[in-house]
């Protein structure tokens, strides 16, 4: 990690990773505390940096030249790849203290806005060719209306990258029924003190219909694995992540002409 004094200790059978969005102004706060140690921890851990970044990145394909919203973009980890890469990146998180901390690591060559998953996006129609929307899904407590907003604000036939806790590594960790939609909790340890990090758990059939709902097409749905670094830095977790899931990605299409699963 760049700087361990601070980084996040993951519990015991939590997750362990956020990317910045969370369900109330509360846990905004919360988010608001953990700032630049979050962004430390999520800089180079064993979830974030060699796990979902890699898979995400790979599924967005090549962004050179394209227009791509980072929603919930957390401390701007994302936009720092994106920017490498070409892209012409917008973004928003719904923490102000993220959004700070995003504008500082791209030193105003991005415009990033304070807006929440969710709710209306501060975007014209069609004004995106790429979303990328990494491990915040499950904070909104409206994933219909937010998977809507990102279909609304992409061109036709733009594609939108969402990645998550994968729903039965919850379900295993947590118990009850796979197929109930559960408002959970998780503590993580960090140097401000326990955080509670409030998320959504649902069956994957939810999630997926959230997303056709809204007016996508799914066109791939990946259970990443390790990225080969990992082995390397966190052998333990590699291991782990080898044999059984932890997140997951949809990639979503918004069909170029009217979708024949829409009611007229």
């Known amino acids: 990690m760049n700087a361990p004094v601070v980084a996040l200790a993951r519990p015991a059978g939590a997750a362990g990773v956020c990317h910045g969005l969370c369900v109330s102004e509360d846990l905004w706060a919360a988010y608001d505390r953990m700032g630049l140690s979050f962004q430390q921890h999520a800089a180079d851990s064993a979830y974030n940096a060699h796990y979902d970044r890699p898979a995400v990145l790979a599924a967005l394909g090549p962004v050179t030249g394209r227009r791509v919203l980072d929603a919930a973009c957390g401390p701007g980890l994302y936009l720092r790849e994106l920017l490498e890469r070409g892209a012409e990146v917008t973004a928003f998180d719904a923490s102000p203290v993220m959004v700070r901390l995003a504008r500082q690591r791209t030193a105003g060559r991005v415009q990033i806005d304070q807006a929440a998953l969710g709710k209306p996006l501060p975007y014209a129609d069609g004004a995106f060719d790429l979303?990328?929307?990494a491990l915040a899904?499950?904070?909104?407590?409206?994933r219909t209306a937010a998977f809507a907003e990102f279909c609304r604000v992409l061109r036709p036939g733009g594609a939108a990258v969402v990645s998550t806790q994968h729903p039965v590594a919850d379900w295993l960790r947590k118990g009850g029924s796979y197929f109930q939609t559960v408002l959970?909790?998780?503590?993580?340890?960090?140097p401000s003190g326990d955080q509670p990090v409030l998320f959504w758990r649902e069956p994957l059939s939810a999630l997926c219909a959230a997303a056709t709902n809204a007016g996508f097409l799914i066109e791939k749905l990946i259970e990443p694995?390790?990225?080969?670094?990992?082995r390397e830095r966190y052998p333990e977790d590699c291991e782990k992540l080898s044999?059984?899931?932890?997140?997951?990605?949809l990639r979503l299409l918004k069909p170029a002409?009217?979708?024949?699963s829409l009611p007229s």
């Open 257 to 260: 002409g009217p979708n024949p």
């Open 225 to 230: 694995v390790p990225a080969g670094t990992m």
């Open 184 to 190: 959970e909790t998780d503590i993580w340890h960090t």
């Open 243 to 249: 044999t059984e899931p932890g997140f997951l990605i």
């Open 131 to 133: 979303v990328v929307c």
């Open 137 to 142: 899904i499950h904070y909104a407590s409206d």
